[in-house]
Every structure is written in C-alpha cells, then in structure tokens.
C-alpha cells in the first residue's frame, strides 16, 4: 500500500477526484504530464484497492465516471497533512540538498 501512496500520479489524481466524480478525459486533461496508459494503470490500481470506484453507464458511447469510495475520502486528511508539511518545509529540503550536493561534489 505505502508503493501506491508513493506513486508519483496517486495524489495528484485522488486530489482531482476529492472535487466529486470526474470522467477518464477529465482527469487527463487536469492531471498534467500524465499519459493515457499511467493514468489508467493508476485508476485501475486505486480501484483495485478500494479507493476508487468506476461506474459505466450502458451509453452509446459508454460513459465511464471515477469517484472515491469511503475508503478513499478516508485518506484525503493524511494526503493534506503531507503536502501541507512538504510546502512548510520545503525552503529546509532545497537547503539540506544544496549542502549535500555541494559536499559530495568532485
């Protein structure tokens, strides 16, 4: 689970999905940088494990809808307390890479 809550594309979608359902080129379009085959891999990992649900109406052509489950809703806390402590101290990492970098260059 801590491999999923890592990936790079896993916030950035389950904060686009917090805003209510949202359909697979929606979130394209607003997730930046991610491709189509990442974005569904992603979605079909999140529903997998229970964060995520996927709905498809019978449609001609299909519409399908993302949303989060209980489940999911249940991290959103802990995914704004880690953002809101990397945008706090974010000025300390720059700073703790620069001094590591400039001590372990040739």
């Not at 489950?69 to 620069?98: K, N, Y």
């Amino acid at each position: 689970m801590l491999d999923r809550l890592g990936d790079r594309w896993v916030s950035l979608i389950l904060k686009e999905l917090a805003d209510g359902p949202r359909r697979h080129g929606e979130l394209s379009r607003t997730v930046a940088g991610v491709t189509q085959k990442m974005l569904t891999q992603t979605l079909r990992g999140l529903e997998r494990d229970g964060l995520v649900a996927r709905s498809a109406t019978g449609s001609v052509p299909p519409r399908v809808e993302y949303r989060l489950t209980p489940l999911g809703e249940s991290l959103l806390p802990v995914m704004a307390a880690v953002t809101a402590w990397a945008e706090r101290h974010i000025g300390d990492i720059d700073a703790a890479r620069t001094t590591y970098d400039s001590s372990t260059s040739p």
